[in-house]
């Protein structure tokens, strides 16, 4: 079993909004901290949203826009995506951390464009 599997990305236009999904199952007991990251063209791998033992963090960047949710007692996460802009373009990566061990996903794309 694959440990972590996203999914929810697509196209969207500038100002829609998307919901990805992050099943990280397959990684067995319980991780306490979960969060996405995201690469966009040319750029750096950078932090998106977090929960990290219930407390929840965002980048300055979507801060407003998006929305982390964990589902109650289970490994699966979700982002909830609003008022789009083209910079959010990029492949969406969900990673989980159980102390000394860390999964990630292969991503899923994200792409805002008219």
């Known amino acids: 079993q694959v440990p972590v599997v996203e999914s929810g990305g697509g196209l969207v236009q500038p100002g829609g909004s998307l919901r990805l999904s992050c099943d990280a199952s397959?990684?067995?007991?319980?991780?306490?901290?979960m969060g996405w990251y995201r690469q966009g063209p040319g750029k750096q791998r950078e932090l998106v949203a977090s929960?990290?033992?219930?407390?929840?963090n965002y980048s300055a960047a979507v801060k407003g826009r998006f929305t982390i949710a964990r589902d109650d007692g289970q490994n699966t996460v979700h982002l909830q995506m609003s008022s789009l802009k083209p910079e959010d373009t990029g492949l969406y990566l969900c990673?989980?951390?159980?102390?000394?061990?860390?999964?990630w996903g292969q991503g899923t794309q994200v792409t805002v464009s008219s």
């Open positions: 990673h989980a951390r159980r102390g000394a061990r860390d999964w």
């Open positions: 929960i990290i033992s219930g407390s929840i």
């Open positions: 397959g990684a067995g007991l319980y991780v306490n901290n």
